[in-house]
């Protein structure tokens, strides 16, 4: 009878944060960091089961946002993750 062997080791090696490139307008910071929260809400909303933007209300999302332990999402992040998801279908 075969045994399965158990691994303490990750199968990958977590990405390593780079930091962001100098010099740009503070505009292009923040546009930058709220598209990646709105992939960061899209994923974690379509691992849940929300497949359509009628279904991503904005207290959706926010309350979504609270579960990952991210800051809640200003009204246009929120614009974002219904695009995301309407786009990602």
Known sequence: MAVA???T??????LQKKPLPAGRP???YVSHNRR?????????LLD???????????D???????RIGIHPPSDT???MV?????YGR
């Open 5 to 7: 062997a158990v691994t």
């Open 9 to 14: 080791k990750p199968l990958h090696k977590p």
């Open 26 to 28: 503070r505009e292009w």
């Open 36 to 44: 990646l929260k709105a992939m960061r809400l899209a994923i974690a």
């Open 48 to 58: 849940t089961g929300v497949y359509h933007p009628s279904s991503a209300d904005n």
């Open 60 to 66: 959706t999302i926010r309350t979504t946002a609270e």
């Open 77 to 79: 992040t929120c614009r």
């Open 82 to 86: 219904r695009a995301l998801i309407r």
